[in-house]
C-alpha cells in the first residue's frame, strides 16, 4: 500500500520523531509558562502605569499582536532554514519582550511596556508553530496524535504560569524590582530555555529532514516563497477547511470566554468560582488533546471537526441559557467550548497538513495561524460589543452564526474529497 511506502514509515525516523516530540512538548511547556503568567501581570502593570482599565486591555492585546505580525515571518524562516531557526528566534524575541517590559516597568514607560507585550506575543507564535513541526516527520495515522501531545505540553503552562504570580513577585522584590516585573523576570528565563532546549535537541531539524528523505532538500534545490504556499491554497478546498476550522472554532471560543468573568461579576459571583469555570476550560482546551489526537487519527479529520462543531453548539446553549450565579452550567458550558476549540484546532491544523504538499506546510501554516491570531483579536473586540449593546446570551447566539457556517462548508461535496498529499 501507498502509507507502507512512505520515506517517514523507518524505524530511524521514528525515533528521531520520538525525539523531535518530546523537544517541541519541553519548549512547549516552558513558553506557555512564559505567555500564560505575563498576561495577567502585564494587564496589572498597564493599568497600575495608566490609572486605567482600557490600558490594561491593550498589553493583552499587543501580545495578540505580536503573534499575528510575527506568523507569516517566522513561516517564511522555517522554509529557508528549518523549524529549529524559527521557533528559536520566535522564543528569543519573546525573552526580548520580557526583559523590555521589566526596563520599561522600572522607568514608567506605558509605551515599552507595550512594545515588550508585542515581543513577548511573538513566542506564542512559536508556541503556535511548534504543533506543527511535531506534524513534519510523522506518518499520516499518527499525525493528529504528534500535533496534540505537543498541544497539552500547553496545558503545564497554562496552568503553572499564572500560579507563580506570587512566588515570581517576591523573585523580583529580592532583585529591588517591582512586584508585578516578576512574571516577567520568569518569561526571561523560560524563553531562552526553550531556545537552548530547541538548539540542542530539535537535531535534526524535523522540516529540514522531511524534505532530504522525499529528495526535496540539498544543493540545488529551489526553496518555495511565503506567497507559493498561499498559491497553492486555490486549488486545496479541504486545506482551506482546515483553517476555516481554526479560525472560526477560536473566534467562537474567545468571545464567549472572554465574556464569561464579565457576566458572572454583574451579580458579584466570588473570584474564587470565576476562576474555578475559567480553569474547567481551560481543561477542556487542553487536558483532552491526546485522546482528540486518537480520534482524528482513528476516525478522520472531518469527523472530529464535524463533532467539535456540535460540541461548541451545544456549549452555547448551555452558556447562553445559565444565570450569571449559576456555576454549575456555566462550567459545563465552559469545558464543552474548550473541548469543542480542541477539537477544530487539532482536526484542522491536522486537515491542513494532510492536504498541502510538504514543501509548502510552513507557508500555509503560518497563514493559517495568521488567520487564528487575527480572528480572535475581531472576536474579542466583537464580544464586548454584543454584550454592551445586548446581552451575554445574545452573544452566544452571534458566536454560533460562524460555527454554523463551517459545518455547512464542512458538507460541502469539494470539502469530502481526498487529495492526492494525504500519504505525504
Known amino acids: 500500500m501507498e502509507i507502507q511506502s512512505d520515506p517517514l514509515d523507518t524505524a530511524a525516523v521514528h525515533a528521531i520523531q520520538k ?27 498597564a493599568a497600575s502605569l495608566s490609572g486605567s482599565a482600557a490600558a490594561a486591555g491593550l498589553a493583552q492585546t499587543f501580545g495578540v499582536v505580536g503573534a499575528a505580525l510575527l506568523a507569516l515571518p517566522l513561516a517564511r524562516l522555517a522554509l529557508t532554514r528549518g523549524r529549529r531557526a524559527a521557533l528559536s528566534l520566535g522564543y528569543f524575541l519573546g525573552g526580548v519582550g520580557a526583559l523590555v517590559v521589566v526596563v520599561s516597568t522600572v522607568e514608567r514607560s506605558l509605551f515599552g511596556v507595550y512594545a515588550g507585550c508585542l515581543l513577548v506575543g511573538v513566542a506564542s507564535a512559536s508556541g503556535l508553530q511548534a504543533r506543527y513541526a511535531a506534524t513534519d516527520l510523522a506518518t499520516p495515522r499518527h499525525r493528529a496524535r504528534s500535533l496534540s501531545l505537543v498541544v497539552w505540553g500547553a496545558t503545564i503552562g497554562a496552568v503553572a504560569g499564572p500560579n507563580l504570580l506570587n512566588v515570581s513577585g517576591l523573585w523580583a522584590l529580592s532583585w529591588g524590582l517591582p512586584q508585578l516585573t516578576g512574571p516577567y523576570l520568569v518569561a526571561v528565563v523560560v524563553t531562552f530555555g526553550a531556545v537552548v532546549v530547541l538548539l540542542l535537541f530539535l537535531r535534526p531539524d524535523p522540516y529540514r529532514e522531511s524534505l532530504k528523505l522525499r529528495g526535496a532538500d540539498g544543493p540545488g534545490v529551489v526553496h518555495p516563497r511565503l506567497r507559493d504556499g498561499i498559491e497553492h491554497l486555490k486549488t486545496r478546498p479541504r486545506a482551506i477547511l482546515g483553517i476555516a476550522a481554526i479560525a472560526i472554532g477560536h473566534v467562537a471560543m474567545v468571545m464567549v470566554m472572554v465574556m464569561t468573568p464579565v457576566h458572572m461579576a454583574h451579580v458579584d459571583v466570588r473570584l474564587q468560582l470565576i476562576g474555578l469555570v475559567i480553569s474547567v476550560h481551560v481543561a477542556g482546551m487542553y487536558a483532552f488533546s491526546p485522546l482528540v489526537g486518537m480520534a482524528v487519527d482513528r476516525f478522520g479529520r472531518i469527523q472530529v471537526i464535524v463533532a467539535g462543531i456540535v460540541i461548541l453548539l451545544v456549549s452555547m446553549v448551555f452558556s447562553g441559557l445559565s444565570a450569571a450565579d449559576d456555576v454549575w452550567t456555566l462550567g459545563v458550558g465552559l469545558f464543552l467550548l474548550g473541548l469543542g476549540w480542541s ?77 492526492n498529499t494525504r500519504s505525504m
Open 343 to 419: 477539537c477544530t484546532l487539532i482536526a484542522g491544523s491536522t486537515l491542513v497538513t494532510d492536504e498541502v504538499e510538504p514543501r509548502e506546510r510552513p507557508a500555509v501554516q503560518g497563514l493559517s495561524d495568521l488567520t487564528m491570531n487575527v480572528a480572535g483579536a475581531l472576536g474579542g473586540v466583537v464580544a464586548g460589543l454584543v454584550v454592551w449593546v445586548s446581552s451575554y446570551a445574545v452573544l452566544n447566539l452571534v458566536a454560533a452564526i460562524p460555527v454554523v457556517a463551517l459545518a455547512i462548508f464542512a458538507a460541502l461535496p469539494a470539502c469530502r474529497k481526498h487529495s
Open 19 to 45: 525525539r523531535s516530540v518530546a523537544t517541541l512538548t519541553a519548549s512547549q511547556v516552558l513558553g506557555g509558562v512564559a505567555v500564560a503568567g505575563s498576561l495577567p501581570a502585564g494587564a496589572l502593570i
